[in-house]
């Protein structure tokens, strides 16, 4: 059925009718269309390693009774809260904005804002927000640093290393040698 407008509950009947006029059983059925008004202008304004701050515009109606953020990272085929979490809190009506944690760094994600209104039989998802990356988290401090083969002109340093994929989420990890021969002073590389 179409042409039907949005927000508004409606009865339905469905009747078999034979080419004679006889009639059959009729079925009847209650449906609320959903409502149009949705979050608008969904956008992720601070990007970190493992959170995102997303920013919307909420729908202006007395009859919104609150809001979820979602989070998707396969391209809007699956929404969740976070990487731990498939249901967030519920939000208020007049909520503009949140920040998700428990983000894993350098993954693409997705924001929709879903708007709940009091009477509706689900909720009314905003547009997706454009994706934006996680930043890569900052690795740990390297451990058992050593200094080995010293000879009048050079060292041989030694360190545990970093697993870059579980450290920072990137696939590899660069380090940084720096030496000064004056402790406390400046140092070269």
């Known amino acids: ?71 998707s990272k396969d391209g809007g085929a699956t929404w969740a809260f976070n ?7 519920l939000l208020t009506p007049t909520g503009r904005s949140e920040r998700v944690y428990s983000l894993r760094p350098l993954t693409s994600y997705a924001f929709r804002i ?24 900052t690795p740990s401090t390297p451990v058992g640093l050593r200094a080995l083969n010293l000879t009048s002109t ?5 360190w545990e290393s970093l697993s870059g994929a579980v450290e920072t989420g990137a696939t590899s990890v660069v380090y940084l040698v720096e030496w000064g021969d004056d402790p406390g002073g400046a140092f070269s590389d």
């Open 114 to 137: 879903d708007s709940i209104f009091s009477g509706a039989p689900g909720a009314a998802p905003s547009l997706p927000s454009a994706s934006v990356s996680t930043l890569p988290a």
């Open 83 to 89: 990487e731990q979490s498939d249901e967030g809190p």
């Open 154 to 158: 050079s060292a041989v340093l030694s």
């Open 1 to 71: 059925v179409a042409g039907l407008l949005a927000g508004t509950q409606y009865e339905m009947l469905l009747q078999l009718r034979a080419m004679d006029g006889a009639t059959g059983e009729e079925l009847g059925a209650v449906a609320e269309t959903l409502s149009t008004e949705r979050a608008t202008n969904v956008r992720a304004v601070a990007v970190g390693a493992g959170d995102v701050s997303v920013e919307w515009e909420p729908v202006a109606s007395a009859a919104m009774l609150s809001q979820k953020l979602y989070v």
